[in-house]
């Protein structure tokens, strides 16, 4: 362990130490290309104006490993990271993400993300729900369903005693009470947190407590056909009742009859209407934020407040784009990860610090599943997983995500827990094992190799990128010292272990 020690903090001193430091919706939308470049000028315009630095572009190790892990949830492999770094071919990262975003591993890891968003009580150790719903969003990130049609098949689901609708997840995790329902809805969907105006007037916002309980009344089940008069609501610790009303004018015509479902369909045909003035706009912070660190507006359930909004010319345009693409997230994430903007250097730009949440990337932390699945990527193991099916893989990978669970990989910090856990764990200890590790038993099974050769490959498999000239130096004369006392294999796994705690792998930059 005294070698490891010292091997994670000759790597801090090396190569990356400085990475911490760190109007009318259009008839047809532009190209991905063309509207990351329509941002791009947006955001310069921006700088110039405030005479302000922005970061370099980042190189093209720092951008694969970046755009890989954003997009597929894991590091690219050995000879992912090969192949990119020796094309030189002209438009490589415009090829690289759109075969990132055709890939099954984009709608497993996305509609992960969404999930947490969408539904976060079902979360990892809650398995029931998670399972429920995460068979059901991979397939519709597949398929790329419209944004609008996945949440409104969220919202419409047939709700108790049916079989026949996995979305009624999202109803059960509200556990069918209009309260909560009216309270995640315009959370996780609109960007509109009304939690406070259950009980009182929104302190800092416009809501009242009555608009909170005429949006919860368009939850109210009614037993059998009836007027709108069924869906009233009491409104606790108080004689008043009232019927559903939208947030927003104008209100819907009720139809003479309803059924037990008429309010929710109400509701949602004005939710992801291209009139609502929050639907388009809250996924597109909320997408921001989570391939930039941060979004547009913070917090992201917070649209309404006066908080400042970071390049509101922006948000729009990227909201307009988005509706006139008929509500499409792959589209829209290409265009994202097409900008300048989202592939510059963590580094500082010369000259001064830079000014705006956007002149560098940010450094963000590894959700619990990067992690898992970027440690088996590193070992040699498949990255490709099938996490459908319940086994006893899925089991540790669900305690594992669930002990590095993190809200927000841009603020993310590790805990003493983790990183002991990372040091020391099972898990680890497993995956630097020399005998079993496909890694490592192919470096040592392999004569002909050098030490400068072995180093090669031990960090692009873990950092994704060559090594430099003293980290190679400095790491090689260690490797041929351990050879001299027939320590090979074990100073290879340490280096490894050395390797997979450092910061710069546990760490998207």
Known sequence: MRT???LLTLLGCLGNCSLLLAAEPAKGPPSPSELAATIDRMMAARSQADSSAVAPIADDATFLRRVTLDLVGRIPTVAETRAFLEDSRPHKRKRLIEQLTQSPAYARHWATIWRHHWIPQAEVGQTQLADEIDAWLVRQFQQNTRY??????????????????????????????????????????????LDCAQCHNHPFAEWTR????????????????????????????????????????????????????????????????????????NAVNRLWAELFGIGFIEPLDDLSSDLPVAHADVLAELTRAFQASDYDLRYLTQALVLTQAYQRSSRSPEGGTGSGPFARARVRGLTGEQLYDSLLTAAGLPPERNDLNRSTERSERDRFVQQFRI?????????????????????????????????????????????????????????????????????????????????????????FWALLNSSEFNTNH
Do not use: C, H
Not at 227 to 244: C, G
């Open 407 to 495: 809200d927000r990989p841009g603020t993310a910090q590790r805990s003493i827990l983790q990183s002991l856990t990372m040091m020391n764990g099972a898990r680890i200890t497993r995956l630097t094992d020399p005998q079993r590790v496909p890694l490592l038993q192919g470096l040592i099974d392999a004569p002909f190799l050098t030490s400068s050769d072995q180093i090669e490959s031990l960090v692009l498999a873990t950092l994704n990128r060559f090594p430099t000239t003293e980290e190679t130096a400095t790491l090689a004369a260690y490797l041929e010292s351990a050879a001299a006392k027939q320590q090979s294999s074990q100073a290879l796994s340490d280096l």
């Open 148 to 193: 609008d049609r996945i949440v409104a098949d969220l919202l419409l689901a047939p709700a108790r005693g049916s079989n026949q609708s996995v979305p009624a997840t999202f109803l059960a995790a509200g556990e069918f009470k209009p309260e909560n329902l009216a309270a995640n809805t315009t959370r996780v969907f609109l960007g509109l947190n």
């Open 4 to 6: 490891r020690i010292w």
């Open 210 to 281: 009555n608009q909170f309980w005429e949006t919860a009344a368009f939850f109210t089940r009614v037993p059998k056909a009836s007027t709108v008069a069924a869906l009233e609501i009491a409104i606790p610790d108080t004689k008043r009742t009232v019927r559903p009303k939208l947030l927003t004018e104008p209100q819907p015509q009720w139809p003479a009859e309803i059924t037990a479902d008429t309010g929710r369909q109400i509701l949602t045909q004005w939710l992801i209407a291209k009139q609502n003035p929050y639907f388009a706009r």
